[in-house]
């Protein structure tokens, strides 16, 4: 015996290695961000990945620029996915993705190298942790963010 | 430059162990002693005779359908045991009072409604079974 309690509703479906490969896309313009430092190529890379962000986060990770290589380039030698999954996720964790490359790109222009680190930092471990692992960083912290800014009744 | 690549190496590193201690975790079986019963009308859903998997969802959860899928096969497989999902992004007031840090987070309750297992994280078959083993079947129901 089963019971229906939550709402599901009809979602895009996205391909999760498609996603993943964003990722790493990611992963890698974030890391050359920690090596460049809190320099003017620093931030000018942040903003550039933030660009990239832009789509994913506002219509969501199907509609990036890394999703339209994959689909050109990567799927048509891989197949199709055994599963697919909702774009909420992955877009929830875009804009995420986007708010801290702003604020390293912030930081940057300001000139604190600290605050330029640590959120680029951020980016490299999400990223890091999505691309190698599947795992989705903004995904289990939404439940702690929504408890936090959210006021008890 | 070299010392700034190995800050990243132990950064990558760092997030690694990370990950392999969280996803260790992930659907562990805890049996739990909570005082009071979750009634229908808090679940806002009929309780199983025997047990309820009561998951806590949010739509930005990647693994909660998943999760859920598992859940009705295993509560389909025995008898007096029902499935409930709820939005914990919706329902704060029952996350925060019941402790629900992540999603998926599956209670499992007896057959008085009393919490009495949870799993935090998406848990496999085995561990979904393992966490009905914390609620019998109550004494009117066996023969």
């Known amino acids: 015996m089963t019971t229906d309690a939550a709402p599901v509703s009809q979602d895009i479906q996205i391909d999760p290695r498609g996603y993943r490969f964003g990722a790493s896309v990611t992963l890698v313009i974030s890391i050359v961000a920690l090596v460049l430092g809190a320099t003017t190529a620093g931030w000018v890379t942040m903003a550039i990945l933030a660009l990239l962000f832009l789509p994913g986060a506002t219509v969501g990770p199907q509609a990036t620029l890394q999703a339209r290589i994959f689909k050109r380039f990567i799927r048509p030698r891989i197949g199709a996915p055994a599963a697919t999954e909702s774009f909420r996720p992955p877009r929830f964790a875009q804009q995420m993705g986007l708010g801290f490359s702003l604020l390293a790109v912030l930081f940057g222009v300001l000139g604190s190298a600290p605050g330029f680190f640590i959120f680029t930092g951020f980016v490299v471990i999400a990223s890091f942790l999505n691309s190698v692992f599947g795992f989705c960083l903004g995904c289990e912290i939404y439940l702690l963010a929504k408890r936090a800014t959210t006021r008890a009744a | ?143």
């Open chain 2, 1 to 143: 430059m070299i010392l700034r690549l190995i800050a990243i190496a132990v950064l990558l590193g760092a997030s690694a162990l990370f990950y392999y201690w969280w996803q260790g975790r992930q659907g562990t079986v805890r049996r739990v002693e909570r005082p009071g019963a979750l009634t229908p009308a808090v679940l806002g859903s009929p309780r199983g005779g025997r047990a309820t998997f009561v998951q806590f969802s949010t739509p930005m959860c990647a693994k909660c359908p998943g999760t859920a899928v598992l859940l009705k096969r295993v509560a389909a497989e025995q008898p007096h045991v029902t499935h409930v999902e709820i939005d914990a992004a919706e329902r704060l007031d029952l996350a925060r009072e019941l402790n629900i840090m992540r999603t998926p987070t599956t209670l499992i309750l007896n057959s008085d409604g009393i919490v009495v297992a949870r799993m935090d994280g998406a848990p496999t078959e085995a561990q979904a079974r393992e966490a009905l083993e914390a609620a019998p079947l109550p004494p009117e129901y066996a023969i």
